[in-house]
């Protein structure tokens, strides 16, 4: 019977602990570390390759460039004007767009 009380005692005080965690655990693989860790600087649109701009005027009308960063890969985060909304998109040297 004293088993019993004891084992019912460690249940519920064991119960507490759990319900001190209101978030999931977390599992850190280290991704996203590099992906975060790339810093862009902002440069001048000027500064921005030929190839870049080529694309972008191919692929987008009315819309305005706000700011043009570039990280020591050579990847550009371009911050764009899209009918009153800003938004990034990144482009490679060649031209190239990637998700981010």
Known sequence: MKSLVYATALAIGSLGN???????PIFHD??????FSEEYNEIGLNDLP???MNSFE????????????MN???NFKL???VEDEVVELYVDADGNWFDM
């Open 30 to 35: 280290g991704i996203m570390d590099t992906i």
């Open 79 to 81: 911050e764009l004007l």
């Open 58 to 69: 191919q692929s987008f009308s009315n819309v305005s460039i706000l700011n043009a960063y």
């Open 50 to 52: 030929d190839a870049v």
């Open 18 to 24: 759990i319900s001190a965690h209101d978030k999931a």
């Open 72 to 74: 020591d890969d050579y």
